[in-house]
């Protein structure tokens, strides 16, 4: 129960809208690395914004001759372990951890530091680990899919990494076909309105501690929306707590993708919470069970 599934689409190409005050195109470093809570270090990828006239890959954005450092630090913020990072041969852009035995501590504070060998940009960023999630009742192995008696998880209480807790529930499906699709995402992708692929992990986006019934002991008590379900028989349920980065860039983005209750010529930046580029540096904490959805 330790899988995480996460669905999170992120802008990071500059070049799509003004999001900075300039007056012609300026590069920028991407970062985009994501620490959770209970696994070992991650891979962490470096590129560059290109040119809105350039068409956008990973692969020929990517940067080489990063210096990568992952730290932990202690309740004063001062540096308590220092873990480097070393490039990934025959992946440009990708960078791997020296060591592979070390554990990313829940309620933790880590700080990302880059500089270059060929370029001048000096990149840092921290993030607090989310609590770790811990699913905690038993959770039945097969659910009438629009029935009275909806999935139930209870969630342990956790102490809190921001002032409230923010979640996002996926949907794994394992069976993955048309006919297998409930109906109302089986009329969107015939209707053409979705991709059949698109559904195989069906995210909640960012939902509030506060939606949900929060129990005199701190545990919280979820019943799991219909809504949630795309494919019937055997699903993956995975809830994810996410750290205020994580949030502010998916909450920014929400508001930027606003269509119109923008004001004309209004787009506002997006908050990326790295200083010396742009990106995610960013950590999540996850549970996961399965269930059956059986048709009704």
């Known amino acids: 129960m330790n899988r995480l599934f996460l669905i999170l689409p992120f802008l990071l190409l500059v070049a799509a809208c003004d999001i900075y005050n300039q007056d ?17 270090l991650p891979e962490i990828k470096i590129s560059t914004t290109l040119p809105v006239e350039r068409e956008y890959s990973f692969e020929n954005a990517a940067l080489s001759g990063a210096n990568i450092q992952v730290v932990l630090l202690d309740e004063n913020g001062n540096e308590e372990e220092v873990f480097g990072y070393l490039s990934l041969t025959g ?22 530091d880059i ?5 001048p940009d000096v990149i840092t960023a921290v993030t607090t680990i989310p609590d770790q999630v811990q699913i905690t009742n038993a959770v039945r192995d097969t ?18 990494s ?21 109906p ?24 509030n501690e506060a939606n949900f019934n929060i ?26 707590s996410v750290d205020r980065n994580l949030t502010q860039l998916i909450r920014s983005q929400d508001v930027q993708l606003g269509g119109s209750t923008l004001s004309p010529g209004e787009i506002p930046n997006l908050v990326y919470n790295i200083e010396g580029g742009i990106g995610i540096f960013g950590s999540i904490s996850s549970d996961t069970v399965q269930t059956y959805f059986k048709r009704p």
Request: charged residues 25%; glycine residues 6%; without cysteine.
């Open 24 to 40: 012609e195109y300026e590069e920028l470093v991407v970062v985009e690395a994501y620490l959770i809570a209970g696994r070992s």
């Open 91 to 112: 992946r440009k852009g990708v960078y791997r951890p020296q060591s592979t035995t070390q554990t990313i501590l829940p309620r933790r504070t880590y700080r990302l």
């Open 115 to 119: 500089d270059f060998n060929n370029r």
């Open 143 to 160: 659910v009438i899919y629009q029935s009275d008696e909806q999935l139930e998880i209870l969630l342990a209480p956790t102490q809190k």
């Open 162 to 182: 921001q002032t409230q807790n923010i979640f996002v529930f996926d949907t794994i499906a394992g069976k993955v076909s048309i006919d297998n699709l409930t």
């Open 184 to 207: 109302f995402y089986r009329s969107l992708v015939e209707d053409g309105d979705t991709d059949l692929s698109d559904l195989i992990k069906n995210s909640s986006g960012l939902i």
């Open 215 to 240: 129990n005199p002991d701190g545990s919280i008590l979820l019943k799991y929306p219909w809504i949630g379900v795309a494919f019937f028989e055997d699903n993956q349920v995975v809830t994810n």
